[in-house]
């Protein structure tokens, strides 16, 4: 069934729910957030999942700022069904208004930290491709910590990949890429892809003010059989 652009509004969430999040263990990630939070996520994820049109491949796209690109993506791939999150409520609203005023109708926003969202999805929901397009850096050696290409949140999206599904990453920091590349190079759920072309190009706000870039991608491999 189609989806309706009008259905796309989505009230704003209360700023409590919206708040940088240090990366965590799986476990700790779950149980973080209180009852009452959950409940508010699920309202909003519950929102996004009943425009979700069956069959179709699904898009992540992890702090996706005004949405530019997903909104671009979607334009492109009008049989892909588009999720875009952020934690910034101004960008998201933004990201919101593009797609209405474009009467885009496969592309969603959900305003969250992605550790929360993620934590209260149902895990029968699975993408088939996410992008990470110039992460925050946290370019001070004690802020590393919260970068998020770490192996706690690489286990949670795995959870939200199908086997087969691709990670596409891109940022213009050196010392991030590198290490989110190694990150990613050890963990058991991806394997990084040697040789691949990057899916659809359009510059990002935040690739737009740097002159070059890194990028790379992976896969997520099949679950070990028991
Ligand atoms: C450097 S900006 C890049 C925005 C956009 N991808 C671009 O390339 O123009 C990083 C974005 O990630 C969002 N962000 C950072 N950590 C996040 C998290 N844990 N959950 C959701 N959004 C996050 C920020 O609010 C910001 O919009």
New binding site residues.
Partial sequence: MPIRTNELQMAPLPAELVA??PPLSGRALAERITAERRAQLRRQISTYIDKLVPGRRRVL??????G??LTAYACAFPDHDCLG????RE?IEKARRKVERNRVANAHFLL????DLLAVLPDTLKFDRVFI????PWPKRRHRKNR?MQPPFLDQLATFVRAGGELFFRTDHEEYFAQARSVVAEHPQWRLLTDFAWPFEHP????ERTPTHHSFAAVRTSPARQ
């Fill in positions: 940088p999040q796209e992890i702090g996706c700022g005004h530019h690109f999150i952020d934690y910034s960008r969250g930290a992605v550790q397009l110039y992460p925050d998020l990002t706000v935040f690739q």
